[in-house]
């Protein structure tokens, strides 16, 4: 499968309002994991809350300038294998970015009490601008299909979003239960 195209919005500074909006429910000092982070808005959002974050991204040249950041350099795709087998985190984000493959790993990087922040596009988007490949959409319902098995879902949306820029998305919180 090719690369992952890297989106025209997905360098601003400022978070996802979908990220923003759920961030509460990552436990205070919990680690995050920001995966497919870019130039870091995510990771630098956690880390200006106080938590640890460990950033992944093939190109991880702007993480490194991030006070704070534990950076790691991970090809997620090309039929790579996951970078962080068998940990988990309080928070684990995804934004602007799919690789199917990589589902049962993200669900599984979820401490118990953790959540998942996940927000990409969704098919139709093309109308609106890029991505228009439909291997890097979603289909109707595909992140609460991914993700209600292993995770309690407790927001999600697909519909139009007209900022930062007139888009189709899915978004999905969701938590594990905390241990007992």
């Known amino acids: 499968m ?3 195209p890297r ?3 997905a360098h601003l500074a400022e978070p996802s309002s979908w990220v923003v909006a ?3 429910l990552v436990p205070a000092g919990g680690t995050v994991l920001d995966v497919a982070a ?3 808005r995510h990771a630098k959002f956690f ?3 106080g938590h640890r974050v460990t950033a992944i991204d093939r190109d991880i040249g702007a993480l490194i300038a991030l006070a704070g950041i534990d950076a790691q350099r991970a090809d997620l795709e090309n039929g790579k294998p996951w970078p962080l ?3 988990q985190f309080a928070g684990v984000v995804v934004t602007n970015y799919l690789h199917r493959p990589l589902f049962s790993a993200l669900a599984a990087s979820v401490a118990p009490g953790g959540v998942l922040i996940y927000e990409t596009f969704a098919h139709g988007n093309g109308q609106y601008g890029k991505p228009d490949n439909p291997d890097f959409l979603l289909n109707d319902n595909e992140l609460l299909d991914a993700f209600a098995r292993d995770l309690r879902v407790v927001a999600y949306m697909h519909g139009y979003v007209d900022s930062p820029r007139p888009a189709l998305v899915q978004r999905i919180a969701a938590v594990r ?3 007992h």
């Open 22 to 24: 759920h961030a509460s």
């Open 47 to 49: 880390a200006d809350r």
């Open 85 to 87: 087998p068998g940990r």
């Open 38 to 40: 870019g130039g870091g």
């Open 177 to 179: 239960g905390a241990a």
């Open 7 to 9: 989106f025209p919005h």
């Open 2 to 4: 090719q690369d992952a």
